[in-house]
């Protein structure tokens, strides 16, 4: 299992970004997905999640209305549509398999990317 | 929101010593499946999380047998047996019972 997150980068307040994050090694069809973040020394934060087949979305409240989360099972990737950055929103970015079609905890991480907010 | 509050937040232990790291839900974790979805998450330093161990107390693919988990209802425990140099990180509760997902504060584990 690999879920290789892209994307990432420096992005001035008010401005937009768009994260990828590749898989492989299992059926990404048949699986829910998340991101999380981690302010930089801070803890975890959950983000959004969606079904496996994209028919339902959750946020945190902290970027509801900001962040849209999207899947193309086709292409194997799950994307994080940002917009209206904050700096607050400087963070390493991970996705992560959930353990099932649904809501479930997240069994599978990648490495992250760094998404640096910042005039 | 379920808050999920640990303690302690920093752990000296001597090597092959054991550790305990506790867990503490504001609502119960149980959901209406039956199941309770408390997850352990290790972060070792420059690293991304790993899952640990989910549902309270099942050992995720490659997690050595020192750690094991216990708990019920919105109390928790983590323990690993006997510390060894690469448990060094940071470890964190996570619930899935409900929306928004949330996690424990983070338990920074150092050796003595």
């Known amino acids: 299992v690999q879920l290789v997150e892209s994307g990432g980068g420096v992005v001035q307040p008010g401005g937009s970004l768009r994260l990828s994050c590749i898989v492989s090694g299992f059926t990404f069809r048949d699986y829910g997905m998340h991101w999380v973040r981690q302010a930089p020394g801070k803890g975890l934060e959950w983000l959004t999640f969606i079904r496996y087949d994209g028919s339902s979305e959750n946020y945190a409240a902290s970027v509801k209305g900001r962040f849209t989360i999207s899947r193309d099972n086709s292409k194997n990737t799950l994307y994080l549509q940002m917009s209206s950055l904050r700096p607050e929103d400087t963070a390493v970015y991970y996705c992560a398999k959930s353990c099932s079609i649904g809501s479930c905890y997240p069994d599978y991480w990648g490495q992250g990317t760094l998404v640096t907010v910042s005039s | 929101d379920i808050v999920m509050t640990q303690t302690p937040l920093s752990s000296p232990v001597t090597l092959g010593q054991p550790a305990s790291i506790s867990c503490r839900s504001s609502q119960s974790l149980v959901h209406s499946d039956g199941n309770t979805y408390l997850s352990w998450l290790q972060q070792r330093p420059g690293q991304p999380p790993r899952l640990l161990i989910y549902k309270i107390s099942n050992r995720f693919s490659g997690v050595p047998d020192r750690f094991s988990g216990s708990g019920a209802g919105t109390d928790f425990t983590l323990k690993i047996s006997r510390v060894e140099a690469e448990d060094v990180g940071v470890y964190y509760c996570?619930?899935?019972?409900?929306?928004?997902?949330?996690f424990g504060q983070g338990t920074r584990l150092e050796i003595k």
């Open positions: 996570m619930q899935v019972t409900q929306f928004p997902i949330t």
